[in-house]
């Protein structure tokens, strides 16, 4: 019997096909938004008017010396976000 944790493999316990949260990205990473979590409907309309929506790809550029704002560069310019707000956005690595 296959495990549960999308990684192939029998008993593994790595999970290989983990979607990372805003707050967990690095400098370098690139990945693509896949939609919105639940989260304060307002702020999702103010990614949204920012470009932020399903499909556009992002690359992290940048992440503060206390982990706080992370910038990225986005369509063609570079934003920075907060991490907890910016958690509402469902990623994929690319």
Not at 45 to 55: A, I, P, Q, T
Request: aromatic share 6%; proline share 3%; hydrophobic share 35%.
């Amino acid at each position: 019997m296959g495990c549960n944790c999308g990684c192939g493999g029998s008993g593994s316990t790595k999970k290989w096909n983990v979607e990372p949260k805003f707050s967990e990205l690095k400098k370098g990473d690139k990945v693509e938004i896949v939609g919105y979590n639940d989260g304060d409907a307002h702020y999702k309309s103010k990614l949204l008017s920012m470009g932020l929506v399903r499909g556009v790809t992002m690359e992290v550029m940048q992440v503060a010396p206390l982990g706080d704002p992370i910038e990225v560069s986005v369509l063609s310019y570079r934003l920075s976000l907060r991490r907890a707000e910016a958690n509402v956005l469902k990623l994929r690595r690319v």
